[in-house]
């Protein structure tokens, strides 16, 4: 909103005949970003019945610059000086007149990011030309301008300023992702946050720009270059912390850092992924174990106070084909004060914002390359040193753990019991990583540890065979492999 300061002055000299005068200012828009102008107007009104010379001045804040020539007034005279930074105007009104003053302004910069949360704050004050004679006690007319550092993403988006055709991916598939925010150029709109630090946003930075596709930018490029085909150019896309696995109709999540200045409230987080690489994010496919959408994950609700935290995102299923070799998909993530809007006619979110933009938060595009899910495969393999063994002998057995799988396996657990009509040789238990140990209480070879990607263990133990055993007699060995929870994975079985 606008402010107006007004204030009433009058002449103690004069106490029988007071000079009361009014100071308006006003801007001409209520919001403005960097290169937007600014049109201030003062008006000073002397509404006694007295003379009174009169002087008003104008010292610009930082924020702005004048531009030259644009200054003007309907009496008296009005000059901008260049050194002081100020608008100054000086003249006699008599009573019942009024003098206002116009002149043009240029929104500069950001240099200090707290700014972009706060107003362009402009005070004009009026003094008497002799205050010996006529002093007045003065009041500021203030205007304020809300300053807009306003957010967009920079996924590719053939509706943009230059006309230009967009690719998201090679031979070519062309580029629909909502964008660029000015409706003029086509819809749907992207989304558009006015406000983006001032509240919450991804990450540890965000930048201010016009447009998607628009200088000014804070980070001196524009999030998209139409003309060249270029996107993903904003350098201050560092929101999202765990990036989701690639395989096909297997469950995956994200997480991201969300920095709050604006306090405990309520805020939603929205994320697309371009599964199947046709440019937009608005399609859905059939799983065995259920739905998969482009909307990965759909108006998750935060309420966090003040800080950094780091935000684990609800799971969703992933979709791949083999049709599609290559790994690279567009990701979408944004925070903001209110729920994704929807496609009116698949009421689906694809990554579009409100039409009048969003007030606070961020959005982020990547073209990233999934990986697919880390996982450890373990296989196990049994064996013993001998085929065939008399009564009184000794028996090594040897039991190896693969993990042949792309992550490492944790927790991983052996047990081998001691086969019937053998006993257990004191000392003789081995592994080459973790930790073994013969229980003696369940007569059993225990074994547990982690193996890596790409690694392996191996496990031994030696028995003696009982000389009471039958010259007929098989010998049979079971060991079991275990995850972390207890459940069987495999066993593995030697005879002798």
């Not at 000079?19 to 006694?48: C, F, L, M, W």
């Not at 409230?265 to 998969?292: L, M």
């Not at 007030?359 to 495969?377: H, I, L, M, N, S």
Request: charged residues 20%; glycine residues 8%; contains cysteine.
């Amino acid at each position: 909103m606008v402010l107006i300061g007004i204030a009433f002055f009058s002449n103690p000299a004069q106490a029988q005949e007071t000079i009361p005068v009014v100071i308006h200012k006003r801007a001409n828009v209520e919001e403005a970003q960097v290169d937007d102008t600014i049109a201030y107007s003062i008006t000073v009104a002397n509404t006694g019945r007295v003379d009174a010379a009169l002087v008003a001045s104008d010292v610009l804040p930082d924020d702005i610059v004048y531009l030259a020539d644009s200054v003007k007034t309907t009496a008296g005279q009005a000059f901008y000086n260049g050194d002081t930074r100020t608008i100054q105007w000086n003249g006699t009104l008599k009573g019942g007149e009024q003098a206002t003053v116009q002149f043009t302004t240029k929104v500069l910069p950001v240099l200090d990011a707290t700014k972009c949360a706060a107003a362009i704050v402009n005070q004009a004050v009026v003094a008497a030309v002799d205050p010996t004679t006529t002093p007045l006690e003065t009041a500021p007319g203030v205007a304020q301008v809300k300053r807009i550092c306003p957010d967009l993403g920079d996924a590719p988006d053939s509706t943009n300023h230059a006309g230009a055709a967009m690719t998201a991916y090679p031979n070519p598939v062309t580029a629909r992702y909502p964008t660029v925010f000015d409706p003029a150029t086509g819809t749907p709109q992207g989304p558009r946050h006015r406000f983006a630090r001032a509240d919450a946003w991804l990450g540890a930075r965000v930048s201010g720009e016009r447009d998607a596709d628009l200088m000014p930018d804070e980070d001196l490029a524009p999030n998209l270059q139409p003309s060249a085909d270029t996107a993903d150019r904003d350098r201050y896309d560092d929101g999202v912390t765990k990036w989701p696995t690639l395989a096909n109709c297997v469950q995956t999540d994200m997480a991201v850092d969300v920095n709050v200045v604006g306090g405990l409230r309520t805020r939603y987080i929205n994320a697309w992924i371009d599964w199947n690489r046709d440019g937009d994010w608005e399609d859905s496919f059939d799983c065995p174990n259920g739905k998969v959408s482009e909307w990965v994950v759909q108006n998750f609700v935060t309420n966090l106070n003040n800080g950094t935290s780091n935000v684990p995102l609800p799971a969703f299923l992933a979709w791949d084909t083999p049709n599609i070799p290559e790994r690279d998909r567009w990701l979408r993530v944004s925070i903001a004060e209110e729920p994704a809007p929807r496609n009116p006619t698949t009421e689906q979110a694809d990554g579009r914002g409100p039409p009048t933009g969003y007030r606070f938060g961020e959005t982020e595009d990547y073209q990233v390359r999934f990986e697919a899910p880390v996982e450890p495969k373990l296989e196990m393999v049994k064996q013993a040193d001998v085929s065939v063994v008399n009564p009184g002998g000794v028996i090594e057995y040897s039991i190896t753990v693969i993990n042949s799988g792309s992550g490492p396996s944790t927790g991983v657990i052996v047990n081998d019991p001691i086969p019937g009509g053998t006993s257990y040789v004191a000392g003789s238990a081995t592994a080459t990583a973790g930790t073994v140990t013969y229980n003696g209480g369940l007569t059993r070879i225990d074994w547990t540890g982690n193996i890596p990607a790409g690694g392996s263990v191996t496990i031994k133990f030696k028995v003696t065979v009982s000389r009471e055993i039958a010259c007929d007699a098989v010998i049979r060995n079971r060991a079991e492999l275990l995850d972390a929870a207890g459940t069987l994975l495999q066993d593995a079985t030697a005879f002798v």
